[in-house]
Structures are given as C-alpha cells and as structure tokens.
C-alpha cells in the first residue's frame, strides 16, 4: 500500500516559516487526494489544507488562509507545505494522508475519509 513520510517539522518563532514535505512510496500520487492534518494536545484532528488530482482544486482551513500554500511536485512524489507568518497556535502534530481518489473539484478534507497515514512531524511555534 501506499507509504508517506512527512519531514520539515521544527521549532520556530512567532512570524517564520517553514515548508513541511510528504514523500510518497509505493504508487503515484497523481492518483491520490492528499491532505494535511494537524492535531493538538487536547484537541480534534483537523484538515489544514487538501489538493484534488488532475488540475489540483485546493482546500485550505479558514484560520491558515493567505498563510499556507500546498503544492504538488510531480517529479519527486511528494506534496509540500508553506507555512509562512507562523502563530503560537499552529503549534501541532502534522500529518500527511492520502485518499485513492481521482477529482478536480475542491476535496473534502476531513480526516475520516482518508485511508494512508504519515507518523507525523512536530511544529511548535515559540512564544
């Protein structure tokens, strides 16, 4: 099955930015939507941002619009993640997941619908 590792996490301060990458092996992506998640101590796991297949609608939660960007790079099988303007409460485990679903049209980005899983990679934002 497919496999994803996600890499780039650190700890930052408030206003950084960092680019958070997930590596796929196994299958191509170009048949996947993929997404980011992020959970919190305490807290649901929530979407951050998805990106469909083909022309690659995109998602992005309200509180990391104009902040964070999610962008597709064929060659390497790998999506990435810029995260500019950092806040305190960005702070998270990040997870990459993937859902074998070929659309154009925004992608749902909710956690329970997705079915391959990275470990997670830690960003704290200091304060």
């Known amino acids: 099955q497919l496999q994803l590792v996600e890499s780039g996490g650190a700890l ?4 950084g930015s960092l680019r958070l990458s997930c590596a796929a092996s196994g299958f191509s992506l170009d048949y996947y939507t993929v997404g ?4 919190a101590p305490g807290k649901e796991r929530e979407g951050v941002s998805c990106i469909s297949t083909g022309v690659g609608s995109t998602y992005y939660a ?13 060659a390497k099988n790998t ?3 810029h995260m500019n303007s950092l806040r ?4 998270a485990i990040y997870y ?3 859902r074998r679903l070929i659309t154009t049209v925004q992608p749902t980005c ?6 391959s899983w990275g470990q997670g990679t830690q960003v704290t934002v200091s304060s």
Do not use: H, M, N, Y
């Open 36 to 39: 980011w998640f992020r959970q």
């Open 110 to 115: 909710v956690p329970r619908i997705f079915g």
């Open 96 to 98: 990459c997941a993937a």
């Open 88 to 91: 305190p409460e960005d702070t």
């Open 12 to 15: 930052v301060q408030p206003g």
């Open 79 to 81: 999506v990435f993640l």
């Open 62 to 74: 309200d509180s990391v619009k104009g902040r964070f960007t999610i962008v597709r790079d064929k």
